[in-house]
């Protein structure tokens, strides 16, 4: 882990001795000083290592399956079950065992990278964009405009996601709700992951802007008659990149997390689509007859979601180094 | 009638895990030997436990745990309509007639013979028993006045029986009834009752009198109860049976013998009259615990001691029993149908040959092996299931000698054929019209929706494929009508008494078809088998009923109006100390009253 900027004096020896060097002092910029702190992170990169993996793995699975000679996610093959139903376990031609309908596991805990990844990058980013403006707004502004976003932050709050999923699910999964704008599927999950989670934002970012609109920059901005939106997103948004990345960076696996809890719930990705918190709920009764089936994808899951929080603690450490471990 | 998985919410309007059967007329009284003509003991594999020959002798005494997941819907006799209520239900009260645990003949049970139907169907007569009393605080005996009040508050909109108005509309005054005395029902001595009749249906009627409905309520002790609305007898219900909920001195049960959601404690009755019934009831007591995880239930009852779990078996611990505990599991056949419903009325499947063509393609021995494979099901190839009256008749396992039907696997190329006869030459769908298809977001019904989907997709069809909650599945969209899904991969039905009317006439008959909680989800109305059906109806005679509706189920199956593929055989267990007897008419569900520790 990175203890902060210290690591990157020279190591033995005097620590100041390169000053009596006669060679130049070399200005870095901030990214370089970040990179700097993350690189000495093993743990980051390795994670960061991980989810480049995971990218490659949602973006090529068509070719990745191909290669391993895998069937596709979505090929029944109702022979590969027992007499009671229960379905085959590893083997070389399905590595992972395959599900009940004779499904290639490895296939689909490949394909189903993709719909974490999916939600996990673009619901964060939804809500990030929302939690960022509306954030903005309430702490810049401050008086009513404050008040009633905050109160709406509290509203949203208080909706137990998850009740709101089931509901949903049960009245939008076939036909579509407001007029087909949620649809059953990838957009319904996007709009709850995405509505769970901006509030938590908007809460930080409303905190920071705060306390930066005093600041002199801004102040001397504001004399030099820059607009209300120059100087929230020009000046003060630049200054809040670091902890919103962090934020941002740690929220990834909660709405992974989030989409398996409605996948395993039955309001998320519609099956045949591969989504490892679906596969995790069609593992759980027969779990005891077919543990592949619960262990693969779950494994999977796991992994991600802790790579995601390995390296969002990684990229805190390398931002904020003095709010390093 | 009720549909498996809770379709019967049709009626009710509330649902959730399977229904139940109910009663039954065959042609024989006895044990194995009544459901054998009717298809049982040809589909229960031997060397296991099974409802249909298991032996109802027992040693006297002790406490039997019980394990259920789900509470009960209702335990009042007036309401109750589902297997895990029966369960209480007839160990607690006693119907006009009743079936023996391995049996789906009725016999009387506080009546004192058979119905006498008159010559022209019309009249029903029935006598009852002597000597049968209601448990305290009531205590005094029960007489035919007891039977007519109970009939009569089914029809009481606070206590609102599900199936009144399907069985018993017949009765004089019944349609317009709401709880008062009804001029059909007369009772002209203590132990007599005569139900009049405004059509030649007593035949019908008589068997339907096995029905809880005819469990005698004391009027007297009752009517304040049943004017509240909901009916709160059920919180102070009083027994005939063996055992009674437990209560306190004013009758209370509720929160004593019954507190929702934890626990449900039966004793023995102290008013029961052991020469008067045939039930042995060898238990003390039963507690009965509520809550917990099906799976875990399963595997608590297989390593434990005098207990059952009384709910549809996970498929893995079917498994497990098998493998390691065979004498602890039971099978019960005749635990009802399940099929896939294609929406006759509107394009595509309005056009015969396109559900010949499914019917064909589906594998619908790979949906059984979702179930359990062949220990807990056989495929299914009519609609009127094995112990009911009428499964021989229609073709036995067998079934009706259609190519589409002969292929239990699927067979692409009798698919391809009527594809061709369809108007697409290819053998492949070619329309525009994507097909909707919900199914239940559970297992195994969810494996059977994938599996029928890519069936369809298999032949061309573009399809749209949606999992929601069982009950939603039912109440929102394959129950109503107007949503027009064209495709229910997982729908089906038990029969409430062993009579083949019973399981095609709610499901499949045109005039049966109503804009909520339609049970006929494929909106078949073809005139003639609506005309074969009106006729059978009104058939006298045990015989030439199964004759008639065995030709109705045949004529289904030529017009392909839906696609049955499983015929229940419902598994349940038991600790190995405990000799379970299960009721061959409910789902296999134990029977209490007949249930004893080794």
């Excluded at chain 2, 009765?171 to 007369?186: L, Q, R």
Aim: aromatic residues 8%; hydrophobic residues 40%.
């Amino acid at each position: 882990m990175s203890t902060g900027a210290a690591e990157l004096l020279p190591s033995g020896g005097d620590a100041l001795e390169f000053l009596d060097a006669g060679g130049d002092i070399a200005g870095r910029s901030p990214l370089q000083l970040f990179w700097g702190r993350l690189r000495q992170d093993r743990v980051a990169l390795v994670s960061l290592g991980f989810i480049v993996f995971l990218i490659f793995l949602a973006v090529a699975a068509p070719l990745v399956v191909s290669i391993l000679g895998l069937p596709g996610p979505n090929v029944q093959n109702l022979n590969l079950t027992d007499s009671f139903g229960s379905p085959l376990g590893p083997s070389l031609a399905h590595p992972f065992g395959v599900d009940t309908l004779g499904e290639d596991v490895m296939s689909r805990v490949i394909y189903g990278t993709r719909v974490s990844l999916e939600v996990g990058i673009i619901g964060t980013g939804i809500s990030t964009l929302i939690g960022v403006v509306v954030g903005m707004l309430a702490g810049f502004y401050r008086g009513w405009i404050d008040t009633g976003l905050s109160r709406l932050v509290d509203v949203v709050l208080s909706i137990p996601v998850l009740l709101l999923g089931l509901g949903l699910g049960a009245a939008c999964s076939v036909r579509g709700c407001a007029k087909g704008l949620i649809q059953p599927g990838l957009s319904t999950i996007l709009f709850i992951v995405a509505l769970a989670t901006w509030p938590y934002i908007a809460r930080l970012v409303r905190g920071l802007v705060l306390s930066m609109r005093e600041r002199e920059f801004v102040e001397a901005s504001r004399a030099l008659g820059a607009s209300d939106a120059r100087i929230m997103f020009r000046e003060i948004l630049p200054n809040l990149a670091a902890p919103i990345i962090v934020y941002a960076s740690l929220l990834v696996p909660v709405t992974i997390l989030l989409e398996a809890a409605l996948s395993f719930l039955g309001v998320g990705i519609r099956p045949p689509t591969a989504s490892w918190g679906q596969m995790i709920a069609a593992a759980t009764p027969i779990f005891n007859t077919a543990w592949w089936y619960m262990v693969f994808p779950g494994a999977a899951l796991l992994l991600t979601v802790l790579a995601f929080n390995l390296l969002g603690d990684g990229l805190q450490d390398a931002l904020n180094p003095r709010n390093a471990r | 009638m009720r549909s498996t998985r809770v379709m019967l919410f049709a009626v009710v309007g509330v649902l959730t895990a399977l229904v139940l059967a109910a009663c039954g007329s065959s042609s024989e009284s006895g044990s194995s030997s009544s459901a054998t003509g009717n298809g049982a003991s040809v589909v229960t594999p031997a060397g296991y436990q099974s409802s249909v020959d298991e032996s109802l002798s027992g040693k006297r005494g002790g406490t039997l745990e019980v394990l259920q997941e789900a509470d009960f819907e209702h335990l009042d006799p007036g309401v109750t309509y589902f297997a895990l209520d029966y369960t209480v239900v007839f160990a607690t009260q006693r119907p006009l007639y009743s079936n023996e645990p391995n049996s789906n003949e009725p016999i009387p049970d506080i009546a004192a013979g058979k119905p006498e139907v008159s010559a022209d169907n019309k009249t029903i007569t029935v006598h009852l028993k002597e000597g049968i009393h209601f448990s305290p605080p009531v205590n005094r005996e029960v007489v035919a006045q007891d039977v007519a009040y109970a009939i009569e508050r089914g029809a009481n909109p606070n206590v609102a029986n599900p199936y009144i108005q399907t069985y018993f509309s017949s009765i004089e005054g019944m349609p317009k009834a709401e709880g008062g005395p009804i001029k059909g029902i007369e009772t002209p001595n203590k132990h007599e009752i005569v139900f009049h009749l405004t059509e030649p249906k007593g035949f019908f009627v008589a068997e339907a009198l096995c029905l809880p409905l005819t469990a005698a309520v004391p009027k007297e002790y009752a009517e304040k109860f049943d004017k509240s609305k909901p009916s709160a007898y059920t919180n102070y219900q009083v027994a005939t049976g063996p055992y009674m909920l437990k209560n306190n001195a004013e009758g209370k049960v509720l929160g004593i013998g019954y507190v929702p959601g934890k626990s449900a404690t039966l004793v023995r009755n102290p008013n029961w009259n052991a020469k008067t019934d045939f039930r042995p009831a060898y238990l003390n007591e039963i507690k009965i615990h509520l809550g917990g995880t099906q799976a875990v239930i399963d595997r608590q009852v297989l390593e434990g001691k005098s207990v059952v779990q009384n709910e549809p078996v996970v498929q893995s611990a079917v498994k497990l029993a098998a493998e390691h505990y065979k004498s602890q599991l039971d099978l019960s056949p005749g635990a009802g149908n399940r099929y896939i419903t294609l929406n006759n009325k509107v394009p595509p499947f309005n056009n015969l040959d396109l559900r010949k063509a499914v019917y064909a393609a589906v594998d619908r021995a790979a949906l059984d092996r979702e179930r359990g494979g062949t220990l807990v099901t056989n495929v299914a190839t009519h609609f009127i299931y094995p112990t009911i009256p009428g499964f021989e008749q229609s073709g036995g396992l067998a079934g009706p000698k259609v190519d589409y039907n002969e292929h239990p696997e699927g067979n692409m190329a009798v698919a391809e054929k009527y594809m061709k006869l369809a108007g697409y030459p290819s053998g492949k769908y070619t329309g525009t019209k994507t097909v909707q298809v919900v199914g239940a977001s559970s297992a195994p019904e969810k494996e059977d929706a994938e599996i029928v989907n890519q069936t369809l997709k298999n032949l061309g069809f573009n399809t749209k494929l949606t999992l929601v909650e069982i009950s939603t599945m039912y109440a929102k969209y394959c129950d109503a009508p107007k949503e027009e899904i064209e495709v229910c991969p997982t729908v089906g039905w038990i029969a409430d008494f062993a009579d083949p009317q019973t399981v095609l006439k709610p499901t499949f008959d045109g005039n049966s078809i109503v804009s909520t909680g339609n049970v006929n989800q494929g909106q078949v109305n073809i005139p003639k088998i609506n005309e074969a059906m009106a006729a059978a109806e009104l058939i006298k005679g045990k015989e030439e009923r199964e004759k008639a509706w065995g030709k109705i189920d045949e004529e289904l199956i030529e017009n392909a109006v839906a696609i049955p593929y499983d015929w229940e055989k419902s598994p349940r267990l038991a600790a190995s100390n405990v000799h379970g007897v299960a009721m061959l008419w409910n789902e296999g569900s134990w029977d209490y009253s007949f249930t004893s520790l080794k």
